[in-house]
């Protein structure tokens, strides 16, 4: 079991550091509402990871891997919540000026409740972590375990290293945050951010199975 351990957490850091969604939202919350919302955010998102994997223990996530009509609904649903929030990053990009960029930051930092639920909305609207995570824990329970607690604990450590990741990748990112702090530089960040999520967005709407 030590071994398969050691196995599942290489993996799953390696999966942590595949740029995705929640890389994009949380260096977008970390850069433009600072660290708080962006550690409510890397909070959302590993709920809903959890969540997946007490699906998959339980055997849920597999109507999404046989039900094309679930499969394209949560996939549809996920790209617009992506798209969204880049056309938001765009329009404040648009809009912001100085004292407005202080402004919202400041407002960022206290809406603790809205940066939580968009690291959960784009962890549990993201189809390819349900059908990932159904493909991918199974394969390290060993031989004769018992299904429903293994996957469990499975899938605490992939939500412990997932997070100390991100965690790493907010810490990095808060201390280079003053390179940032120009409202020109923050503006293109903000447009870059937008295109990123939008296009992510569009690549999942669009995708075939």
Known sequence: MASILL???GATLLLAMAPGPTTAVI?????????????????????????????????LSALLAVSEVAYTTLRIGGAIVLVALGVQSLRRAREASAAEAAAETAAGD???WRAFRVGLLTEAANPKAAVFALSFL??????????????????????TVDAAWYLGLVSLV?????????????RRLEQVSGLVLIGIGASLAMERR
């Open 7 to 9: 196995a599942f957490i």
């Open 27 to 59: 260096l977008r919350q970390v850069l433009r509402a600072g660290r708080r919302a962006a550690l409510l955010t890397i909070a959302g998102s590993q709920i809903g990871l959890l969540g997946w994997s007490v699906a998959t223990a339980l055997g």
């Open 110 to 112: 206290t809406s603790g």
């Open 138 to 159: 199974p394969q390290f329970v060993p031989s004769g375990a018992p299904m429903l607690p293994t996957i469990l604990l499975l899938g605490m450590v992939w939500v």
């Open 174 to 186: 808060h201390h280079a945050r003053r390179a940032f702090a120009r409202v020109g530089l923050r």
